[in-house]
């Protein structure tokens, strides 16, 4: 079964909107643990306008199942993992004023500097995914950088899919079965949602994570986050 990763960003953007610690974001890293979730992903900005450096320190002891560390290489990041030590550290070539991730790595034309960064971390025993765009050429440049995972970026198939473009999933599944011949772990995230999660994991061969944060806090607005997490793990079945 295909793990479910709950990003808890937004409940920090939640926290930070009237200062003090309501909600508190370990007490919800813990909840939807108990509810059921495999996954806690963070991703610490520079400006940390959500997830504080803070709050990945404050976290580790508290995340029991996998915890994924999610951002931009810059050495203040690398540090800060390299100190934590989390489950996986999954690279993100986001820039300081973007509001979300909005594209994966150029594998070929960033290649050293990858091979650099995911050898340090994999030497220190955390797992490394690179987030990619669907396309087989990155699938290719990122095998050679050494990196044990790649996360596929979904926003593409969510936008599509959400207009009725089944076949927007295509590349996905192209990449993916290149992935598994690759030897390269299967993750996958951004904009998936308890209305294309189902068919996206049903045509992603050897899928083995998905981390959701926005949609899946916006769902759980109206259904309950235990409810919303139990839907996840139904559909991921």
Same mark, same amino acid.
Request: net charge negative; with cysteine.
């Given at each position: 079964?295909?793990?479910?990763?709950?990003?808890?960003?937004?409940?920090?953007?939640?926290?930070?909107s009237?200062?003090?610690?309501?909600?508190?974001?370990?007490?919800?890293? =813990?909840?939807?643990?108990?509810?059921?979730?495999?996954?806690?992903? /963070?991703?610490?900005?520079?400006d940390?306008?959500h997830?504080?450096?803070?709050?990945?320190?404050?976290?580790?002891?508290?995340?029991?199942?996998?915890?994924?560390?999610?951002?931009?290489?810059?050495?203040?990041?690398?540090?800060?993992?390299?100190e934590?030590?989390?489950?996986?550290?999954? +690279?993100?070539?986001d820039?300081?004023?973007?509001?979300?991730?909005?594209?994966?790595?150029?594998?070929?034309?960033?290649?050293?500097?990858?091979?650099?960064?995911? =050898?340090?971390?994999?030497?220190?025993?955390?797992?490394?995914?690179?987030? /990619?765009?669907?396309?087989?050429?990155?699938?290719?440049?990122?095998?050679?950088?050494?990196?044990?995972?790649?996360e596929?970026?979904?926003?593409?198939?969510?936008?599509?899919?959400?207009?009725?473009?089944?076949?927007?999933?295509?590349?996905?599944?192209?990449?993916?079965?290149?992935?598994?011949?690759?030897?390269?772990?299967?993750?996958?995230?951004?904009?998936?949602?308890?209305?294309?999660?189902?068919?996206?994991?049903?045509?992603?061969?050897?899928?083995?994570?998905?981390?959701?944060?926005?949609?899946?806090?916006?769902?759980? +607005?109206? +259904?309950?986050?235990?409810? /919303?997490?139990?839907?996840?793990?139904?559909?991921? =079945?």
């Amino acid at each position: 079964m295909t793990k479910l990763s709950v990003n808890i960003n937004k409940i920090a953007t939640l926290r930070n909107s009237r200062g003090g610690d309501l909600p508190n974001v370990v007490a919800f890293a =813990k909840d939807v643990q108990r509810f059921g979730a495999e996954g806690v992903t /963070v991703h610490p900005r520079p400006d940390e306008r959500h997830i504080r450096y803070q709050d990945a320190y404050d976290l580790k002891p508290e995340v029991y199942t996998e915890y994924n560390i999610e951002g931009n290489p810059i050495p203040k990041f690398i540090d800060m993992v390299l100190e934590i030590k989390p489950t996986q550290v999954t +690279l993100v070539p986001d820039s300081i004023d973007a509001i979300t991730s909005n594209a994966g790595w150029d594998t070929i034309k960033h290649k050293d500097f990858l091979v650099e960064v995911i =050898k340090e971390f994999k030497q220190n025993g955390i797992r490394t995914s690179i987030f /990619v765009d669907p396309v087989l050429e990155q699938i290719e440049g990122a095998k050679v950088t050494g990196t044990d995972r790649i996360e596929l970026y979904t926003e593409a198939f969510a936008h599509q899919y959400g207009l009725g473009n089944e076949s927007a999933i295509e590349p996905y599944t192209a990449c993916a079965e290149l992935a598994n011949r690759l030897n390269l772990g299967v993750n996958a995230g951004h904009d998936l949602s308890l209305d294309n999660i189902k068919f996206f994991k049903d045509h992603i061969p050897g899928l083995l994570e998905v981390s959701i944060g926005h949609a899946l806090i916006s769902e759980s +607005l109206y +259904l309950g986050v235990e409810n /919303v997490i139990q839907m996840y793990l139904h559909k991921l =079945k």
